[in-house]
């Protein structure tokens, strides 16, 4: 079993930055590939970017990409998401997940965290 809590979340105006953070526990974080989603109210949970178990593979939504970073700490089983030049459209509960490989798709992850608020003001 693996345990996921995410912080960082809050409110930034339009154009600032946010570092959200994703700690672990349980079963060896460095095994699993991880992954952020984010869900807008009204809207279906969208994949914004993913990393494989070493780091060495990286995946990004076209709307993260350049703007979002996605990396990751194994010795402190710690997982990070840099949001940079942050838009309203950005606004959304973003959660982290764990799965065996990198996907686009969320049903292809095995654990999730409670999520952490963005919210981007114009």
């Known amino acids: 079993q693996v345990q996921l809590e995410e912080s960082g979340g809050g409110l930034v105006q339009a154009g600032g930055s946010l570092r959200l953070s994703c700690t672990t526990s349980?079963?060896?974080?460095?095994?699993?590939?991880m992954g952020w989603f984010r869900q807008a109210p009204g809207k279906e949970r969208e994949f914004v970017a993913a990393?494989?178990?070493?780091?060495?593979?990286?995946d990004y939504a076209d709307s993260a990409k350049g703007r979002f970073t996605i990396s990751r700490d194994n010795a402190k089983n710690v997982m990070y998401l840099q949001l940079n030049s942050l838009k309203p459209e950005d606004t959304a509960v973003y959660y982290c997940?764990?799965?065996?490989?990198?996907?686009?798709?969320?049903?292809?992850?095995?654990?999730w965290g409670q999520g952490t608020q963005v919210t981007v003001s114009s």
């Open positions: 997940t764990a799965g065996r490989s990198i996907s686009l798709l969320a049903t292809r992850y095995d654990y």
């Open positions: 349980g079963r060896t974080f460095s095994s699993y590939a």
């Open positions: 990393m494989n178990w070493s780091g060495a593979s990286t």
